[in-house]
């Protein structure tokens, strides 16, 4: 995404009643800050925000969190935002190589990426949101049988990340190549990177991928089982 300077961004965020500052205070303790017991739900690369904002109205009973590495970007988030706030939405600034730094394992329940920078040069690929190197963090603070879902019109990123889901353990349940001709088209809340690549007649990938504990996780459970002597 390409960036225009925009003064005080950071300042402006702050201002906004849902932007958290500090986000690594509420390490395990998101339900805390939204004072309820309602599932934690996350964005990572939110950027102008109008996903999130429409999800997070639509499903009241959801805590969702919006982690977006630019200021800059995030700022556009605000003007979206209603006066009197949205009572289930947290929006903050933070880089999604640090997760593991602002949620306990297991504290979030599903992760949207949407529209993910590409990085299409492979000495570039491990800041693809889907390598390796994120989708083991991931399984640091996802709840196990948490869903992934992933949409971007990138062709060879959506080739890679159905390789890298797979390598990671992660369990593939849905795949289209054509979301607006598939049936995961109903309830879909486009993006603006969305908006601008369907009317491009760019076709849209989807994948949804579901995190299981994976066997070691599993045998490690099981060897603190210990029969009764
Ligand atoms: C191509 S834009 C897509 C924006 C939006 N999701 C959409 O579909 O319109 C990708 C966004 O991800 C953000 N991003 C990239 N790497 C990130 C990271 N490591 N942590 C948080 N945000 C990141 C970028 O700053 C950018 O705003």
Known sequence: MRLRNVPNAYEKLKACSNFVPEPRDYKGKWKKYFDN?????????????????????????????????????????????????IHNLAITVFDAGNLEEIFESGEVEKLYLNFSDPWPKKKHAKRRLTSPKFLKIYKNILKPGSIIEFKTDNRPMFDYSIETFKEEGYNLIKITYDLYNSDLLEGNI??????????????????????EADNAATEERKDDIHPQE
Not at 70 to 80: D, E, F, H, Q, T
Not at 190 to 211: D, Q
């Open 190 to 211: 486009p993006t603006e990177y969305e908006k601008k690549f369907h009317s491009l007649g760019t076709p849209i990938n989807k994948l949804i991928a579901v995190y």
């Open 37 to 85: 017991d309602n599932p934690v739900h996350i964005e990572i690369g939110p950027g102008k925000g109008e996903f999130i904002v429409q999800l997070s109205q639509q499903n009241p009973h959801i805590n969702y969190i919006a982690i977006e590495k630019s200021p800059a970007v995030l700022v556009k988030i605000i003007r979206k935002i209603p006066d009197e706030g």
